[in-house]
């Protein structure tokens, strides 16, 4: 018997980015603390980049992209983790400085992995991954900043993807009026069915005049697409609102003058979820097994695995992806 397993690999050849389906064996595997068997992983944008060898995520090469991890421990040389235990990962240097999670098995620090909470099953703690995580970030920000559902309309930007429409998904359970701005047409429907009370396009929530202020209209946001979209949202605050950035989808400039944070007492509330702290981590995850629950996350979620997801790849960095796509490794809808 063979004692490769699959991993999706990035490598450098004469100068040149391949990617392939290879062999490894678990000696090739970094040292680490925690040797896990992924089940179930995810494609963030950040995978996409890593799995086109972009410098400024792949710092070395031959590179396993996956910032998300959720499996079962194999052997941990910390007292923290058991053997058989089921756990989840994501994001610190997973997939990025260090191999990630498109392998069937992944070898990592304990400080990175915590147990998996109670109520969510591996599966759908990947449905959701990094993005579902970073939404609840952003939704954890706005409450920490006193924006209550009945406060007013939530612009949620470049809601179609992975962040954005877990937001959608998760501000409307909470009870959040929540208004979509999404480029893609033909995916307005499909923003209503996951909670949206409102689609816009991505023009009409764009200004480009160089007012200091425009008429006040939200209450909050999340933003996940920077530039002039977020600099546009800032401007069109109301008072005491908060906006929740998280993306650099549309651009990393901000348009802006000081004029909202001091006319309007505007709070623009920075989002990083890579290092957010570990105990803290803990608790916006428990929050999303429940009371932030969402039973309807399925509707986000297309299936793929590591033969599959080239063209899912290839869409996300040209903008075309819509929800979740859930990465298969060695899960099973019976274990979860
Ligand atoms: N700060 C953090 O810790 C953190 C964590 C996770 C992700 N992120 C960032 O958050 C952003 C979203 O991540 P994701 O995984 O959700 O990516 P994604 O699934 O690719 O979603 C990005 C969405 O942005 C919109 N968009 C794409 N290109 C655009 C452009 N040129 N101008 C305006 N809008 C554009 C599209 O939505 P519509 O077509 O619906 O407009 C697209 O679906 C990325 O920038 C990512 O790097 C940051």
């Known amino acids: 018997m063979s004692d490769r397993f699959d991993c999706y690999f990035v490598e450098k ?82 997939g990025s400085g260090r191999w990630g999670g498109w392998s069937e098995y992944a070898r990592i620090p304990a400080a990175w992995v915590m147990p998996l909470p109670s109520g969510l ?5 990947m449905c959701l991954g990094t993005a579902g995580f970073t939404a609840a970030l952003c939704l954890e920000a706005l409450q920490h900043h006193g924006v ?21 998904m998760l501000l409307s359970k909470l009870g959040y009026r929540v208004v979509a701005a999404s480029g893609k047409t033909a995916l307005h429907a499909k923003l209503r069915e996951w909670g949206a009370a409102e689609v ?46 998280c993306g650099v ?24 979820a890579a290092f957010y702290p570990m105990e803290r981590r803990k608790r916006i995850w428990a929050n999303l097994a429940e009371p932030w629950r969402l039973d309807r996350l399925e509707v986000l979620v297309e299936e793929a695995d590591l033969r599959t997801l080239d063209p899912r ?7 075309n992806i819509a929800g979740r796509i859930l990465v298969r490794i060695r899960g099973d809808e019976k274990a979860g």
């Open 13 to 94: 050849v004469d100068g040149e980015v391949r990617h392939s389906v290879a062999g490894i064996r678990l000696d090739d595997l970094p040292q680490g603390d925690v040797l896990i068997r992924v089940n179930w992983s995810s494609l963030n944008y950040k995978d996409a980049m890593a799995a086109r060898g972009h410098a400024g995520v792949v710092r070395q090469f031959p590179h396993i992209p996956g910032v998300d991890i959720a499996g079962t421990v194999v052997e941990s040389t910390s007292p923290a983790f058991r053997t058989g235990e089921q756990v989840l990962a994501c994001t610190y240097e997973i």
């Open 121 to 125: 099953t591996p599966r759908t703690s």
């Open 148 to 168: 209550h559902p009945g406060d007013g309309e939530i612009l949620v930007t470049g809601a179609s993807g992975g962040v954005g429409s877990t937001a959608v």
């Open 200 to 245: 816009v396009s991505r023009e009409s929530i764009l200004d480009s005049s160089s007012k200091p202020l425009l008429s006040g209209r939200w209450a909050g946001a999340v933003d996940t697409v920077g530039g002039e979209v977020l600099g546009t949202a800032i401007r069109q605050m109301r008072h005491s609102g908060c906006v929740a950035a």
């Open 249 to 272: 989808a549309g651009g990393p400039q901000l348009p802006l003058t000081v004029y909202p944070f001091i006319l309007r007492g505007v709070t623009l509330a920075g989002i990083e």
């Open 313 to 319: 790849i290839d869409a996300m960095l040209a903008g």
